[in-house]
Structures are given as C-alpha cells and as structure tokens.
C-alpha cells in the first residue's frame, strides 16, 4: 500500500481537530480534539516508518501515546478543578488563574 | 486491492466517526463516535505494519484516555455553546493559507528518502525490534525511563489538582 493516502489523511483527520479545537468552548470537547490531532500526527508518523522501511517511525508514537496520556490526566484533572470552582465548562469565562 | 478496500473502509470509518464526534450535539456521542475514530487509526496502523501501536492504541487510547474523558464528561454537565464555524474557517483560512504555500515550497525543495510503493519491504512483526530498541542504551533507553517519570509525575500532579480541598478541622470544603 502506498503511503501518500495516509499522509492525505493524516493531514485530513488533523485538520478536522485544529477545526474542532477552534469552534468548541466546551473544555471536554476540545481536549478530544487535541486527543484526534494526536492520532493524526501518530498516523504520519507510522507512514514515514512504512516508506523508510525501518522501526524509528514507530517508537515516536509510542512516547506521544505516553505523552497523550499525561495530557489527558492532566487537562481533565484542571477541567474538575475548573468546574469545581466556576461550576461551568466553557473556556470563555475564567479570565484569571486566581482561586 | 484488497487492501484499498480495507484502506478505504478505516479511513471512512475514522473521518465518519471523526465528523461525527466534531459536530454532533451530544458530548456523550461525541465520545463515542471518538471510539470508531480510534478504532479506525488503529486499523491503519495495522495496515502499515505497526502490529504493537495498533494494540497500543487501542489499549491506552480506546481503554484508557477513551474512559478518561468519558469520567470527565459524567461528572461535568455539557453547556453546548460553540463557536460559529464561519469564524473558525476564516481564522484556518488566513493561518493555513500562508503554512501551506511555506510547505509547499519547502517541500519542493526538500530530498525526500521515500521507496516507490512497488519497493517497500513486507510488514513483519514488530514488537521485538521495538522491545530491543527500547533497552538499548544509545537509543531509546533514556526516553523510556523518562516516560515513566513523565507518567508519574502527571499522576501525582492530576490527582494534585482534581484533589478536594480538606479544611483543618476535617471537613470538605
């Protein structure tokens, strides 16, 4: 299989996200959308390792798979936080990082 | 052929399922229609060899991140404002205009080291050659044992954060 698809639709999936990322003011919903713009760069990743034939392509998605699950921990422990102390989800209305 | 079929049938699944989780009103559904997303790019990477990140992926993303998120919506009430798209696409349009005429120049004058399709080599299993890659130490090692590190740190900084503020005298605040 060639891997100009793949890259056509890695770049198609990310896009989607950045469009997602951009139009939610729910917090939950954009770290979805962080979460997809991940995989796609994941995909990428995978496609460059299938056309040079070797394993490096395959080990940086494995610490972005890490890394994405540090930021998944991370953003929906300060999306209780948030709620806790604004009781809402929208990203527009905390303006301060007191209290 | 057949593996254009198959090809098509994961891309289709994860851009439905994409599109799905991006404009559905539901929050919920759109965790999930994120499943058949993940499931998708799973297949995918099955498809071009990755045997270990397929497994991967559906292991941390779908079992682990996927429920991750579904507890953070079943704890918060959804609030369905979102932006207009007309907005959104016409900041995309002005920033991504300007970054891809830059790539497509870039990639005019870049040397790409990729094999014709007809040359790749035939996907075998690859879970050996990471496991290897892993220990070696002039490799992978350092950022392996680092991961783990991250890993922690973001636990105890998660459950830090998420924490419910216990006053003095014993009560929750």
Redesign the interface.
């Known amino acids: 299989?060639?891997?100009t698809?793949?890259y056509l639709?890695a770049a198609?999936?990310f896009?989607?996200?950045?469009?997602?990322f951009?139009?939610?003011?729910?917090a939950?919903?954009i770290?979805?959308?962080v979460?997809?713009m991940l995989?796609s760069a994941?995909?990428t990743f995978?496609?460059a390792?299938?056309?040079?034939?070797d394993?490096d392509g395959?080990?940086m998605?494995?610490?972005l798979?890490?890394?994405?699950?540090?930021?998944?921990?991370?953003g929906?422990?300060?999306?209780?936080?948030l709620?806790r102390s604004r009781r809402?989800?929208?990203i527009e209305v905390p303006r301060s990082l007191r209290d | 052929m057949a593996?254009?079929i198959s090809?098509l049938f994961f891309?289709g699944l994860?851009?439905g399922c994409?599109?799905i989780?991006?404009f559905h009103r539901s929050?919920v559904h759109?965790?999930f229609a994120?499943l058949g997303?993940?499931m998708g790019?799973a297949g995918?990477?099955l498809?071009?060899?990755?045997d270990?990140?397929a497994v991967?992926?559906v292991l941390?993303?779908a079992g682990?991140?996927l429920v991750?998120?579904l507890?953070?919506?079943m704890?918060?009430?959804?609030?369905?404002?979102?932006?207009r798209?007309a907005r959104?696409?016409g900041?995309?349009a002005l920033i991504?205009g300007g970054g891809a005429l830059f790539l497509f120049k870039m990639s005019g004058a870049s040397r790409w080291?990729?094999?014709p399709?007809d040359q790749?080599?035939p996907?075998d299993p690859?879970v050996t050659?990471?496991g290897l890659?892993?220990l070696r130490q002039d490799r992978?090692l350092l950022?392996f044992e680092l991961?783990s590190v991250?890993?922690l740190?973001?636990?105890v900084?998660?459950?830090f954060?998420?924490r419910r503020r216990v006053q003095r005298d014993g009560g929750a605040a």
Do not use: C, K
């Open positions: 299989m060639s891997t698809p793949v639709l198609l999936l896009g989607l996200g950045v469009i997602g951009l139009r939610q003011r729910n939950v919903m770290l979805m959308a979460e997809l995989n994941n995909l995978l496609g390792a299938r056309a040079r034939g394993v395959s080990m998605p494995l610490f798979i890490v890394v994405a699950a540090a930021e998944a921990a991370v929906l422990a300060l999306i209780l936080a709620f809402t989800l929208d | 593996s254009w090809f891309a994860a851009v994409a599109l989780s991006l929050v759109s965790a994120l997303t993940l790019v995918l990477y498809m071009l060899g990755a270990y990140l991967t992926q941390i993303y682990g991140i991750l998120i507890f953070g919506l704890l918060t009430p959804g609030d369905p404002t979102e932006l798209l959104v696409l900041g995309i991504g080291h990729a094999a399709p790749l080599a996907p690859t050659r990471i890659e892993l992978f950022p991961a991250i890993l740190a973001a636990l900084g998660s459950v954060i998420a």
